[in-house]
Nanobody, 121 residues
Framework: QVQLVESGGGLVQAGGSLRLSCAPS????????MGWYRQAPGKQRELVAS???????NYADSVKGRFTISRDNAKNTVYLQMNSLKPEDTAVYYC???????????????WGQGTQVTVSS
């Protein structure tokens, strides 16, 4: 079964930048809405940013002006450019797809395994 695979996490100093990527593990026909969530230790998972298949975006107030979500529909890949990172951005970041169409299948609410982002002060 196809899965979402994230990459790009790591350790960065406050004020630095990272770019996360998320792509399906196999060939698919189309992914609809996609987004990035994060979960810090002891906290609930929260939406960071989302993007529709037509490119409409939505951001959490805490990241507006610093993070940018984008997608390449030809590659069915979604990106999260994170600038001016703060220690409070430290979390595991998860990629999500509302639904994915493949040859002979339709999957709903797909999640990646997560990638750690750590911002040091």
């Amino acid at each position: 079964q196809v899965q979402l695979v994230e990459s790009g996490g790591g350790l960065v100093q406050a004020g630095g930048s990272l770019r996360l990527s998320c792509a399906p593990s196999g060939s698919i026909l189309r992914a609809n809405g996609m987004g990035w969530y994060r979960q810090a230790p002891g906290k609930q998972r929260e939406l960071v940013a989302s993007i529709t298949s037509s490119g409409r975006t939505n951001y959490a107030d805490s990241v507006k002006g610093r993070f940018t979500i984008s997608r390449d529909n030809a590659k069915n890949t979604v990106y999260l450019q994170m600038n001016s990172l703060k220690p409070e951005d430290t979390a595991v970041y998860y990629c999500n797809a509302d639904d994915i169409y493949g040859l002979g299948y339709h999957l709903y609410d797909l999640w990646g395994q997560g990638t750690q982002v750590t911002v040091s002060s």
